[in-house]
Structure formats: C-alpha cells, structure tokens
C-alpha cells in the first residue's frame, strides 16, 4: 500500500451518512477488507504516522480545549486528529503546515477502528499488529518541548 492509495481509500469514507459512524466508514472498511492484509495492517502503519505527526504542541494550542483551558483532553485531541485525516490529504497538509487551522471541536474516532474491523471483516484473521507508531497523545515527545 502506497500513500496515494491510502488517501484514496480515505476518499471512501461517506459523509453522506454523517451521524451514523459506522455507515461513514462502511465503505472504507469494507474496501479494505478486501485487500490482503498485508495492505489493512499498512493503512494502520500510514494511518499512525500521519496523527503521530499532528500529535504537536502548535496542534494542541490551536484546539479550542487549549484556548478556553490551556490544557486538552488527551483523547480528545487525538479524535481531533483523526478527524484532520479523515477529511483527506489536502486539509491535512494546510493543518499540518499551519497549526491554527485544526478543526474545532470536531472529532472521528471510528477511524482508529477501520484497520482492526477490515482485518476482523476478512475470514479468519485475528488483529495482531502494532502500529508503525505510537497515536496516543504525547508520544511525538520532540514535538512537545
């Protein structure tokens, strides 16, 4: 799985059914779920990479949890992040590249599940793999001092 087609595969998500996380990712879970899964566990490797890199102070600063209490939800700011990516490659290279642009108060956590439900989807596999990075708040520990 190359980048360019783990953007296309973000592409999938259906916004159309927005309010009903699982429809809003049904079709991207399935896609991969048809793939080998070689292909689900490097989505996940991709996937953990891009919120590892949004995982900054510059990002947390421009939530509005920072603003109104100079200080954030861990979880809450990496669902913020999720979020970032799941509105595809172009918002997430303008977020990247300028922090203040973070989505406000808008999170997608189903997005940490797809790999995990895509592997689980195909017959017979189990979920045994550790992403490529750590997504969990803090752990970019250069991009916080």
Known sequence: MTEDKFWELIKLL?????????????????????MPATDIYRFEDILSEKLWILDTKE????TNDW??????????????????????????EEVLAKPTLMAQGLEFEPLLYVAHDACERKAGQVWDH?????????????AWD
């Open 59 to 62: 990002h947390a600063q421009a």
């Open 130 to 142: 550790v992403s490529a990075y750590s997504y969990e708040t803090f752990s970019n520990a250069l």
């Open 14 to 34: 259906n916004w159309s059914e927005t309010g009903d996380d699982d429809a809003v990712v049904a079709p991207l879970v399935y896609a991969l779920s048809e």
């Open 67 to 92: 603003k109104e209490h100079q200080s954030l939800s861990s979880d809450g700011f990496l669902y913020e992040r999720c979020c970032v990516v799941a509105n595809g490659k172009s918002f997430f």
